[in-house]
């Protein structure tokens, strides 16, 4: 006779007949609640609204609501002997906690928004007692939060609150069919494996009877147990396994819910390695851990003990998991900075591996910043998201602008949610692209994005995955392990160059316009600050405010996590960090103001009246300034001050203006009726900027629908638009400036443009104003230039990059929105154009010259998006040269870091005689090598200097120090002696590789 033929389906009900069977339902728990739209301490947690007596289908709240519940029952006597838990779901977060309000167990609602084909994200059983003698009294406290993982309203109804019994071999026996079932069900139709194993099941499917009884159970299990103990032989690839929780400190859900989310996350994972003794897990982001310390005290000392155990993994070196194509270069240094000394200093170690799973694409400046930091190792995985070309490679090396490498891995499985079940093991040994060069990978297991990390239903397949014939072996251990492992073979493995280009997500380098401006300005305000604080406190004595520096940095590095600073956040996120943002940023000045008043009244030696001008810039500032409604042509030295009496001066040179053309000596740009601009001549070189017919700043709406804050349409520029077109303009001629105003209204917004050119200068200003109103809209700028280039060059972090401009390919097909930071240029042999901006980060350039992303607004997840005012300054600047012979980058600081002017007053009660009207305390020899910083040192008082050379050539030049120093070193990133500096008359020579970073450690007297 045949064999029965094999039926999934049938065994699947099997499965899940299984499941049902795994609790029995003793008793219900009494629930009442105290409601607060905001969360309260444990000692308030009566404060709230009352809700008593709830039953399932009692509703308790809505989103976004907070509450603490208190359960509470009697075990039943008949439950003696037996292992009791409590079932509870409440249709939202919830946290239970001990007697003294700590957190102990975190639990999720069973319906909670997840990607099912990664497993359910529900937690929601307590253990009790492993054996109850009944009788037991039940009084449980839990914090609750009416949203799901992803922030998501479920009804905010109590859905089950029991006391019951859980039959241990049932739950067995689940996990045993659960595992062979899916194994089963993946191996060849023709294997052996597959057939034995089915064979397996569907003879224990036959055995149970309608009463499911412990000895049926026992037999099945028996029935099984061969199968689950046949080993594989020697391994071809064996994978490592680290329980994850990837955790975004906002998205769909503020702040102050993941400060929460972190406590129930970490609670749960303490419990579950009290009942899994292999498990290891592994959190990044010191900003979380440092929430965890100052709101949950005993939790984070639980924390600390498991830490020093070596089963709970510190990962990623940064302070949070930072956006890396919008955050700036010496920001992204102090998220090192600031996350290894945390590391250091709460746990007695640091890192060697960046830790960015989810960020949206990854600046080509990185690979050096994580080298200078002693950073070997980089982990992502965000890169398998990519819409036209896979990346050919999850282990390999990445090579950054200067040369740097790291090896970086991808998990090959391409998630951060594993479920850690037989499909992701086939699925890692199958799709590995670098398995025929490497034996190991990486596996992330456990509910991450909102949190809620690895349960049971992980651990417990992981332990029968060990060495189970048809998957390949897999061990649980931390990624720094498996990193160390994988870099045994790095002569291996092939490199790639340049950025890791994300094809998704474009629409992030602009949507939430006003959070990028913030952002923007408080990296130049805190570049300010460090360098006015050093300056005060050489001249003045005055106190470096090294405390409330690192508070308003790490604040700020905060607002830099990849769904804050990118814009794919909810309304609440923008509307707090908004006035976070007023609040840091008012701050910063504060305490600029205080330090450059004190210095201006040091300068001009307490004589009232004078104007006292600060450049932080590492190059001499000749400019028309504006000071007290006068316009003076004014000179101040590199890094340092000039005290000036006002004065007016008139330009030597004639300005013009009027509703057709802004001119100067050397720019004239003619406009035509409907605002566009028809003709910009460069009058030095006799040459036309503009295409022959095609006007410039060109003010375009662009259909957004369909849209959202990651995405536009890559067709967006062949569906419906409109062009701006002006209403109203007004010219005219204030000082040394020739400006020409013009008003736009369309639907519900206005556009005020003032376009302007100043004496002797070569750059046209866009100063921008808007009322936003629209919706699904996107606000462009084109530029079609007369340049012949074949890249494009676009500033990034300590230095730049080029892209060709051609779509030959599927890859730059692909990478038609690209980033640039103070300035991207067109530029051919000899000449070319840049566009300066002050906060926006979004181009598209091709061989018609560049477009510029102004504004953005979708309607998800922020209903409201950049409604509201903005301000915004970009500019055209046309140079001799390409972009580098041009020192492009020179204009881009100038346009964000513009002089200061501060009026002189007595503003100390001892003034020290002899001060200089003049005064540079650095100055560099090489026009290609900037000063990004200038700080005191985290450790001393001595101060710090960081240069990078700006071209992507070689330099040797000298670094001087017009402050006395007793010595000089060399330092990495994280101010780490390397070498000892000579001082030779007050200077100390370098060289400089393309794009190198360089950071020296001055001792002063």
């Given at each position: 006779?045949?064999?029965?033929?094999?039926?999934l389906?049938?065994?699947r009900?099997?499965?899940?007949?299984?499941?049902?069977?795994?609790?029995?339902e003793?008793?219900?728990?009494?629930?009442?609640?105290?409601?607060?739209?905001?969360?309260?301490?444990?000692?308030?947690?009566?404060?709230?609204?009352?809700?008593?007596?709830?039953?399932?289908?009692?509703?308790?709240g809505?989103?976004?609501?907070?509450?603490?519940?208190?359960?509470?029952?009697t075990?039943?006597?008949?439950?003696?002997?037996?292992?009791?838990?409590?079932?509870?779901?409440?249709?939202?977060?919830?946290?239970?906690?001990?007697?003294?309000?700590?957190?102990?167990?975190?639990?999720?609602?069973?319906?909670?928004?997840?990607?099912?084909?990664?497993?359910?994200?529900?937690?929601?059983?307590?253990?009790?007692?492993?054996?109850?003698?009944?009788?037991?009294?039940?009084?449980?406290?839990?914090?609750?939060?009416?949203?799901?993982?992803?922030?998501?309203?479920?009804?905010?109804t109590?859905?089950?609150?029991?006391?019951?019994?859980?039959?241990?071999?049932?739950?067995?026996?689940?996990?045993?069919?659960?595992v062979?079932?899916?194994?089963?069900?993946?191996?060849?139709?023709?294997?052996?494996?597959?057939?034995?194993?089915?064979?397996?099941?569907?003879?224990?499917?036959?055995?149970?009877?309608?009463?499911?009884?412990?000895?049926?159970?026992?037999?099945?299990?028996?029935l099984?147990?061969?199968?689950?103990a046949?080993?594989?032989?020697d391994?071809?690839?064996?994978?490592?396994?680290?329980?994850?929780?990837?955790m975004?400190?906002?998205?769909?859900?503020?702040?102050?819910?993941?400060?929460?989310?972190?406590?129930?996350?970490?609670?749960?994972?303490?419990?579950?390695?009290?009942?899994y003794?292999?498990?290891?897990?592994?959190a990044s982001?010191?900003?979380?851990?440092q929430?965890?310390?100052?709101?949950?005290?005993k939790?984070?000392?639980?924390?600390?003990?498991?830490?020093q155990?070596?089963?709970?993994?510190?990962?990623?070196?940064?302070?949070?998991?930072?956006?890396?194509?919008?955050?700036?270069?010496?920001?992204?240094?102090?998220?090192?900075?600031y996350?290894?000394?945390?590391?250091?200093?709460?746990?007695?170690?640091?890192?060697?591996?960046?830790?960015?799973?989810?960020?949206?694409?990854?600046?080509?400046?990185?690979?050096?910043?994580?080298?200078?930091?002693?950073?070997?190792?980089?982990?992502?995985?965000?890169?398998?998201?990519?819409?036209?070309?896979?990346?050919?490679?999850?282990?390999?090396?990445?090579?950054?602008?200067d040369?740097?490498?790291?090896?970086?891995?991808?998990?090959p499985e391409?998630?951060?949610n594993?479920?850690?079940?037989?499909?992701?093991?086939?699925?890692?040994?199958?799709?590995?692209?670098?398995?025929?060069?490497?034996?190991?990978?990486?596996?992330?297991?456990?509910?991450?994005?909102?949190?809620g990390?690895?349960?049971?239903?992980?651990?417990?397949?992981?332990?029968?995955?060990?060495?189970?014939?048809?998957?390949?072996?897999?061990?649980?251990?931390?990624?720094?392990?498996?990193?160390?492992r994988?870099?045994?073979?790095?002569?291996?493995?092939?490199?790639?160059?340049?950025?890791?280009?994300?094809?998704?997500?474009?629409?992030?380098?602009?949507?939430?316009?006003?959070?990028?401006?913030?952002?923007?300005?408080?990296?130049?305000a805190?570049?300010?600050?460090?360098?006015?604080?050093?300056?005060?406190?050489?001249?003045?004595?005055?106190?470096?405010?090294?405390?409330?520096?690192?508070?308003?940095?790490?604040?700020?590095?905060?607002?830099?996590?990849?769904d804050?600073?990118?814009?794919?956040?909810?309304?609440?996120?923008?509307?707090?960090?908004?006035?976070?943002?007023?609040?840091?940023?008012d701050?910063?000045?504060?305490?600029?103001a205080?330090?450059?008043?004190?210095?201006?009244?040091?300068?001009?030696?307490?004589?009232?009246?004078?104007?006292?001008?600060?450049?932080?810039?590492?190059?001499?500032?000749?400019?028309?300034l504006?000071?007290?409604g006068?316009?003076?042509?004014?000179?101040?030295?590199?890094?340092?001050?000039?005290?000036?009496?006002?004065?007016?001066?008139?330009?030597?040179t004639?300005?013009?203006?009027?509703?057709?053309?802004?001119?100067?000596?050397?720019?004239k740009?003619?406009?035509?009726?409907?605002?566009?601009?028809v003709?910009?001549?460069?009058?030095?070189h006799?040459?036309?900027?503009?295409?022959?017919?095609?006007?410039?700043?060109?003010?375009?709406?662009?259909?957004d629908?369909?849209?959202?804050?990651?995405?536009?349409?890559?067709d967006?520029?062949?569906?419906?638009?409109?062009?701006?077109?002006?209403?109203?303009?007004?010219?005219?001629?204030?000082?040394?400036?020739?400006?020409?105003?013009?008003?736009?209204?369309?639907?519900?917004?206005?556009l005020?443009?003032?376009?302007?050119?100043?004496?002797?200068?070569?750059?046209?200003?866009?100063?921008?104003?808007?009322?936003?109103?629209?919706?699904?809209?996107m606000?462009?700028a084109?530029?079609?230039?007369?340049?012949?280039a074949g890249?494009?060059?676009s500033?990034?972090?300590f230095?730049?990059?080029?892209?060709?401009?051609?779509?030959n390919?599927?890859?730059?097909?692909?990478?038609?929105?690209?980033?640039?930071?103070?300035?991207?240029?067109?530029?051919?042999?000899?000449?070319?154009?840049?566009?300066?901006?002050?906060?926006?980060?979004?181009?598209?350039?091709?061989?018609?010259?560049?477009?510029?992303?102004?504004?953005?607004?979708p309607?998800?997840?922020?209903?409201?998006?950049?409604?509201?005012?903005?301000?915004?300054?970009?500019?055209?600047?046309?140079?001799?040269?390409?972009?580098?012979?041009a020192?492009v980058?020179?204009?881009?600081?100038?346009?964000?870091?513009?002089?200061?002017?501060?009026?002189?007053?007595?503003?100390?009660?001892?003034?020290?005689?002899?001060?200089?009207?003049?005064?540079?305390?650095?100055?560099?020899?090489?026009?290609?090598?900037m000063?990004?910083?200038?700080?005191?040192?985290?450790?001393?008082?001595?101060?710090?200097v960081?240069?990078?050379?700006?071209?992507?050539?070689?330099?040797?030049?000298?670094?001087?120090?017009?402050?006395?120093?007793?010595?000089?070193?060399?330092?990495?990133?994280?101010?780490?002696?390397?070498a000892?500096?000579?001082?030779?008359?007050?200077?100390?020579?370098?060289?400089?590789?393309?794009?190198?970073?360089?950071?020296?450690?001055f001792?002063?007297?």
């Open positions: 006779m045949p064999y029965e033929p094999f039926n389906d049938r065994l009900e099997m499965k899940d007949m299984i499941e049902q069977h795994i609790y029995v003793r008793a219900p728990l009494t629930v009442n609640a105290w409601v607060t739209k905001e969360p309260v301490a444990f000692e308030d947690r009566m404060s709230g609204k009352p809700v008593q007596d709830l039953k399932p289908g009692s509703k308790w809505e989103l976004w609501d907070c509450a603490w519940f208190h359960f509470e029952g075990v039943p006597a008949e439950s003696a002997g037996q292992k009791v838990v409590l079932l509870i779901d409440v249709n939202g977060e919830l946290c239970l906690v001990d007697e003294e309000g700590t957190p102990r167990q975190g639990l999720t609602n069973v319906n909670s928004e997840f990607e099912t084909a990664l497993g359910k994200p529900g937690k929601r059983v307590v253990l009790i007692a492993e054996q109850a003698q009944g009788g037991e009294a039940i009084d449980v406290w839990g914090d609750a939060g009416c949203n799901d993982l992803f922030g998501r309203y479920h009804s905010g109590l859905k089950e609150a029991v006391i019951a019994t859980c039959r241990e071999q049932v739950r067995g026996l689940y996990y045993d069919v659960e062979l079932l899916e194994l089963g069900r993946l191996l060849p139709e023709d294997s052996s494996r597959r057939a034995q194993i089915l064979q397996a099941l569907y003879e224990a499917s036959l055995i149970f009877s309608e009463h499911f009884t412990d000895e049926e159970v026992a037999r099945a299990r028996a099984l147990a061969p199968q689950l046949k080993k594989g032989g391994p071809t690839l064996t994978v490592s396994a680290v329980g994850h929780a990837h975004d400190l906002a998205w769909l859900w503020p702040i102050r819910e993941t400060i929460r989310k972190g406590a129930r996350t970490f609670a749960t994972v303490l419990r579950m390695m009290e009942r003794p292999d498990y290891v897990f592994g982001q010191p900003q979380l851990y929430w965890i310390k100052e709101h949950y005290p939790l984070y000392e639980e924390i600390k003990e498991r830490i155990e070596g089963r709970w993994e510190l990962q990623g070196a940064m302070w949070v998991e930072p956006d890396s194509n919008v955050s700036g270069g010496e920001a992204l240094i102090r998220q090192i900075l996350g290894q000394r945390f590391y250091q200093e709460e746990f007695g170690q640091t890192v060697k591996s960046l830790w960015v799973p989810d960020i949206f694409g990854y600046t080509a400046s990185l690979p050096q910043l994580l080298k200078k930091s002693g950073i070997q190792y980089m982990v992502t995985q965000k890169l398998s998201w990519n819409q036209y070309n896979d990346y050919p490679h999850h282990t390999f090396f990445w090579e950054g602008i040369g740097s490498k790291v090896l970086t891995h991808l998990p391409d998630t951060y594993s479920p850690a079940a037989p499909r992701s093991l086939i699925k890692i040994d199958k799709e590995y692209h670098d398995k025929n060069v490497s034996d190991r990978a990486l596996m992330l297991f456990g509910i991450g994005d909102g949190g990390g690895p349960g049971e239903e992980h651990l417990e397949r992981l332990e029968r995955e060990r060495n189970l014939l048809g998957l390949p072996p897999v061990v649980q251990e931390p990624s720094a392990v498996f990193l160390e994988l870099n045994e073979q790095r002569d291996r493995y092939k490199t790639w160059r340049g950025e890791l280009y994300l094809e998704k997500h474009q629409g992030t380098l602009t949507t939430q316009g006003k959070n990028k401006r913030y952002n923007r300005l408080m990296e130049k805190l570049r300010e600050l460090e360098f006015a604080a050093v300056l005060a406190k050489q001249l003045c004595g005055i106190p470096y405010p090294q405390q409330e520096l690192e508070q308003i940095w790490k604040e700020t590095l905060l607002y830099q996590f990849h804050i600073l990118p814009g794919s956040s909810i309304k609440r996120v923008y509307d707090e960090s908004v006035a976070r943002y007023e609040v840091l940023l701050q910063t000045e504060s305490l600029i205080e330090r450059y008043e004190a210095i201006a009244a040091h300068a001009s030696g307490g004589a009232m009246g004078k104007v006292v001008l600060f450049n932080s810039l590492p190059w001499e500032r000749k400019e028309w504006s000071i007290g006068k316009w003076q042509h004014v000179q101040v030295p590199p890094m340092g001050y000039s005290v000036v009496a006002p004065s007016e001066d008139a330009p030597q004639a300005l013009s203006a009027s509703t057709q053309a802004l001119e100067n000596e050397l720019l740009a003619e406009f035509s009726a409907d605002g566009t601009i003709s910009i001549l460069d009058k030095r006799g040459r036309e900027l503009l295409r022959a017919g095609e006007p410039a700043n060109v003010l375009t709406l662009y259909d629908r369909g849209g959202d804050a990651w995405d536009f349409r890559g967006y520029r062949s569906r419906p638009s409109s062009q701006l077109r002006v209403t109203s303009v007004q010219a005219g001629v204030d000082g040394a400036k020739a400006y020409l105003e013009q008003t736009y209204v369309f639907g519900s917004s206005q005020i443009q003032t376009i302007s050119l100043t004496a002797g200068s070569e750059r046209l200003d866009f100063d921008t104003k808007v009322h936003w109103q629209e919706n699904q809209k606000l462009r084109a530029f079609p230039l007369d340049v012949r890249e494009v060059t500033e990034i972090q230095g730049y990059l080029k892209r060709p401009l051609h779509r390919t599927s890859w730059d097909f692909a990478r038609d929105e690209i980033c640039a930071h103070h300035w991207i240029d067109l530029s051919e042999s000899g000449y070319g154009v840049s566009i300066l901006n002050d906060s926006k980060y979004g181009y598209r350039a091709d061989e018609y010259g560049l477009d510029i992303n102004l504004l953005r607004s309607g998800y997840p922020d209903e409201t998006a950049d409604r509201g005012e903005h301000e915004f300054t970009y500019a055209l600047f046309p140079h001799e040269g390409d972009a580098a012979a020192a980058y020179k204009a881009g600081y100038e346009l964000n870091v513009p002089l200061r002017a501060v009026s002189a007053a007595a503003q100390i009660q001892q003034v020290p005689e002899g001060a200089p009207a003049s005064f540079s305390v650095f100055e560099v020899n090489h026009s290609q090598v000063i990004e910083a200038v700080k005191q040192a985290e450790d001393s008082e001595a101060v710090i960081r240069l990078y050379e700006t071209s992507g050539s070689r330099a040797v030049g000298k670094l001087k120090l017009h402050l006395p120093a007793v010595s000089a070193a060399e330092v990495n990133l994280m101010e780490q002696k390397l000892e500096a000579a001082i030779t008359e007050g200077s100390v020579d370098f060289t400089m590789k393309p794009f190198e970073i360089k950071t020296y450690q001792d002063l007297k």
